[in-house]
């Protein structure tokens, strides 16, 4: 008997192992498809060169204004070397989208309601970026003559764009807000909210370095990361958190497949002892 109540159970595993499987693949696509999504789309405001650098000008100026520090006076110790520039280049290249992705399938496999949460945050903060990018073309500081900035990508590669006039899959003048940025710190917030210990806090070190090297490269004012993280910031607000105890339990966990078993010969065994104690007190 134990063997025929065993062999159904060893069936239905790999039936149980590809549920999850679907949905992970699934919510995966719906990341994937929401990237692409705003990668075409931003290419409905190509056309407008000439309002994009004008709008970049004054972006310039108006940090100069503000008193922020000159994105070439970041860009110039990447320029004494190569290998310095390419490490930054490789970092926007490769970081920016993989790093998400890992983050997502960390919070969907270990915190569901951390994951949910952080890709209705990011779905809400890629949207509002969309809109303010059809409503504002910019051009970025590689691209607006005024700074005299040099573009890093093209000059020293990895390359992400390709020439300005000639890349039809991109839009390089939707430089505000800062998507690799503003992608950047969701997944920091969603990492330290989901874990636990002080050393939670260093995953605020991949934001950081995406603002240097966004800057760095000639990508990004300082102004569109800040315009990133405070349309995060309203996102979130809007956003019902997660279960604050979901933090530090994770996934529930099920019971093992044969507690079901175990159970019912143990309670038999307890009832037959308390039975023989109570025919020995009948004597």
Not at 77 to 98: K, M
Not at 130 to 154: C, F, I, K, N, Q
Not at 202 to 230: E, I, K, M, Q
Request: aromatic share 8%; with cysteine.
């Amino acid at each position: 008997m134990e063997t025929a109540e065993a062999a159904p159970a060893a069936l239905s595993v790999p039936g149980r192992r590809r549920g999850p499987l679907r949905r992970a693949a699934r919510e995966l696509a719906l990341v994937a498809v929401l990237f692409l999504a705003y990668k075409v789309a931003r290419v409905a405001v190509v056309g407008r060169v000439a309002t994009a650098e004008a709008n970049g000008e004054f972006i310039w100026r108006l940090e100069r204004l503000l008193r922020l520090p000159s994105e070439a006076a970041v860009q110039l110790p990447l320029l004494a070397g190569d290998l310095p520039v390419r490490l930054a280049n490789s970092y926007y290249a490769y970081v920016h989208f993989p790093a998400t992705v890992a983050c997502l399938v960390w919070l969907y496999l270990r915190r569901p309601a951390h994951y949910r949460w952080t890709r209705r945050a990011l779905a809400g903060l890629t949207a509002a970026a969309l809109a303010l990018h059809l409503l504002v073309p910019l051009a970025p500081p590689r691209l607006t003559p005024l700074t005299g900035m040099v573009d890093t990508g093209s000059r020293y590669g990895p390359a992400v764009y390709g020439a300005p006039g000639a890349d039809e899959l991109s839009n390089q003048y939707a430089a505000m807000p800062s998507l690799h940025v503003g992608w950047a710190v969701a997944v920091a917030v969603a990492l330290v909210a989901a874990t636990a210990g002080r050393l939670r806090w260093l995953w605020l070190a991949h934001p950081l370095a995406t603002v240097l090297v966004v800057v760095g490269t000639g990508n990004h004012y300082w102004l569109d990361g800040v315009v990133a993280a405070v349309l995060l910031a309203l996102v979130l607000f809007l956003l019902p958190g997660p279960d604050p105890a979901s933090r530090s339990s994770g996934a529930p966990r099920r019971a093992p497949a044969d507690a079901g078993r175990t159970a019912g010969p143990a309670r038999c065994r307890a009832a037959s002892r308390r039975g023989a104690r109570r025919r020995a007190r009948v004597r």
